[in-house]
């Protein structure tokens, strides 16, 4: 049962990167930066996270950061990387403190 927890937490960080990754490479250039309303800042990301494999995953990960991110791809990148760094240390945090519970068992 404890593989299968480890398992799936390794599953879960390696598609958040790969979300991460693929925002980064996939965001449209052509996305209008004339308007800074945050109704634009919203737009510019749901257009982006629409070109990713978990496109509402990626919206609401990073819906909370538009004010941050504006319409700029690099910012979106960082904070794409940033958040996908953070869910990341938390499972770790969590496998590891799991891994403590008594009765739990290495493989």
């Known amino acids: 049962m404890a593989a299968k927890i480890v398992s ?48 509402q995953l990626c919206f609401n990960s990073l819906s909370s950061y538009t004010s941050t991110i504006k319409t700029n791809d690099l910012k979106l990148c960082n904070t794409a990387l940033t958040v996908t760094l953070k869910a990341a240390s938390n499972t770790s945090s969590l496998v590891k403190a799991s891994s403590k519970q008594k009765g739990f068992k290495q493989e």
Not at 11 to 24: E, I
């Open 8 to 55: 799936s937490l390794s599953s879960f960080n390696g598609v958040a990167f790969l979300l991460a990754l693929l925002l980064c490479i996939s965001t449209n250039a052509q996305i209008s930066m004339a308007d800074s309303t945050s109704k634009t800042y919203k737009n510019y990301l749901q257009k982006a996270c629409n070109s990713t494999t978990y496109p």
